[in-house]
């Protein structure tokens, strides 16, 4: 091989070097499941390290209340998927392996669906009538840090009552 062939190789070895370490994994994905429909989103916060919160200030999230802030409003409403349920449907939650092993929670409009944590991948409920009141609820899927103080990842998704309009 010639010397300007490998000096040519060397460059584009050391670009694609310096192009690949910018890259990250991507956030581990959630997907929600009911009557016949389904909507996969990456997690709108997600800390690699088992042990390490989110970063809030990533998230757009109030610290005090794990509250959205209103700039995390609007980021929100670009990544919010919806899904229509009709009550007593089964409403599947599917996780990826990497949230299942260290364990995870949903909750619908703030109240928990689980008492324990999740460590299977895949969780199912339903919503009576009496829950599906109102325009639209709130799913939150929640992955702990390892101590359990604190969030390591979270997925957010709307559903809605069956006739209800987007």
Do not use: H
Not at 110 to 122: D, K, M, S, V
């Amino acid at each position: 091989m010639s010397s300007g062939r490998i000096a040519a190789l060397t460059t584009v070895l050391v670009m694609s070097s310096t192009l690949l370490s910018g890259c990250e994994k991507p956030a581990p994905k959630a997907t929600v499941f009911s009557g016949g429909q389904s909507a996969s989103r990456e997690a709108l916060c997600w800390s690699a390290e088992p042990d390490q919160p989110i970063d809030q200030a990533d998230c757009l999230m109030d610290e005090a209340g794990g509250t959205l802030t209103e700039e995390g409003a609007a980021q929100l409403a670009d990544y919010l998927a919806s899904i229509e349920v009709s009550s007593g449907q089964t409403i599947g939650i599917s996780v990826d392996p990497e949230v299942a092993e260290s364990g995870w929670s949903v909750s619908v409009n703030g109240r928990r669906r689980n008492a324990n944590l999740i460590g299977e991948t895949y969780f199912r409920f339903a919503l009576s009538e009496r829950e599906l009141r109102g325009p639209s609820l709130e799913l939150q899927v929640v992955a702990p840090t390892e101590d359990l103080s604190d969030r390591r990842g979270l997925w957010v998704f709307e559903l809605r009552p069956a006739g209800e309009a987007p």
